[in-house]
């Protein structure tokens, strides 16, 4: 939370103070196309389906893994598309054993806000094509159940964060011309799965004559990136 407002409040200023780098770019700001490798941390928001269930959706928190390709359109806008995974899983004392796995494409419009020959700050937002595997088993004396399926879910994401031109002219140097950029990341993503746990919830309390309802599960939330981005 804390880190979100610190990179809302950056945003805020550079958009209230205009962009204090000149128009006259530097070669390496005007590349068009750019590759980036991408490391976060995902954190899962409370759902009633982890409560129902008693799991601590903190456990859940993930490691996330992406790759981006990105094409600038216009001088301040452009077009992203990452390609990313991760999993978690948990078992309980109160007889559940979860794993969720997600894989997800996120296109993303962004704007760039230069504000210095090294630092280019950006802003943007866009949908999200998430298909999750739920393998839930929950079993205890008198009971028995098996949830495994696969969902195809749609959301939407905002983002913020910075670029950092830690390799310019790469050129000067005998490589390819692709300069290199340090980034830094936050995404909050609005996306939820209803009657996530509908299978298991069925065999339940058909085995122990109950009439609990289905639950949904919050798969969005935050999550921060660190990565590195190649221009070309």
Same mark, same amino acid.
């Given at each position: 939370?804390?880190? #979100?407002?610190?990179?809302?409040?950056?945003?805020?200023?550079?958009?209230?103070?205009?962009?204090?780098?000149?128009?006259?770019?530097?070669?390496?700001?005007? @590349?068009?196309?750019?590759?980036?490798?991408?490391?976060?941390?995902?954190?899962?928001?409370?759902?009633?389906?982890?409560? %129902?269930?008693?799991?601590?959706?903190?456990?859940?928190?993930?490691?996330?893994?992406?790759?981006?390709?990105?094409? @600038?359109? /216009?001088? /301040?806008?452009?077009?992203?598309?990452?390609?990313? %995974?991760?999993?978690?899983?948990?078992?309980?004392?109160?007889?559940?054993?979860?794993?969720?796995?997600?894989? %997800?494409?996120?296109?993303?419009? @962004?704007?760039?806000?230069?504000?210095?020959?090294?630092?280019?700050?950006?802003?943007?937002? $866009?949908?999200? %094509?998430?298909?999750?595997?739920?393998?839930? @088993?929950?079993?205890?004396?008198?009971?028995?159940?098996?949830?495994?399926?696969?969902?195809?879910?749609? $959301?939407?994401?905002?983002?913020?964060?910075?670029?950092?031109?830690?390799? #310019?002219?790469?050129? /000067?140097?005998?490589?390819?011309?692709?300069?290199?950029?340090?980034?830094?990341?936050?995404?909050?993503?609005?996306?939820?799965?209803?009657?996530?746990?509908?299978?298991?919830? /069925?065999?339940?309390?058909?085995?122990?004559?109950?009439?609990?309802?289905?639950?949904?599960?919050?798969?969005?939330?935050?999550?921060?990136?660190?990565?590195? #981005?190649?221009?070309?």
């Amino acid at each position: 939370m804390f880190l #979100r407002k610190v990179l809302l409040l950056t945003l805020g200023i550079v958009l209230l103070s205009g962009t204090a780098y000149s128009e006259d770019a530097s070669v390496h700001l005007q @590349k068009k196309n750019a590759c980036s490798l991408k490391l976060g941390w995902h954190w899962y928001e409370r759902s009633n389906v982890f409560d %129902f269930w008693h799991f601590n959706e903190n456990n859940f928190d993930a490691t996330v893994w992406a790759f981006a390709y990105e094409r @600038k359109i /216009r001088e /301040r806008l452009g077009i992203e598309v990452s390609l990313g %995974f991760f999993k978690s899983s948990e078992a309980n004392t109160a007889g559940s054993d979860l794993t969720i796995t997600n894989v %997800f494409v996120s296109p993303t419009a @962004k704007y760039y806000f230069p504000v210095s020959d090294t630092f280019v700050f950006y802003a943007g937002g $866009g949908l999200d %094509f998430y298909s999750t595997k739920w393998d839930h @088993k929950y079993s205890n004396a008198f009971t028995y159940g098996w949830g495994h399926d696969r969902f195809n879910t749609f $959301g939407l994401h905002g983002l913020g964060g910075v670029d950092w031109y830690l390799f #310019r002219t790469p050129e /000067r140097h005998g490589f390819y011309s692709a300069p290199v950029s340090l980034f830094l990341e936050y995404q909050y993503t609005v996306l939820e799965i209803d009657d996530v746990d509908d299978r298991v919830i /069925r065999e339940r309390n058909a085995q122990l004559g109950e009439s609990n309802p289905k639950h949904d599960l919050d798969l969005g939330g935050s999550t921060v990136f660190l990565g590195i #981005r190649w221009h070309y």
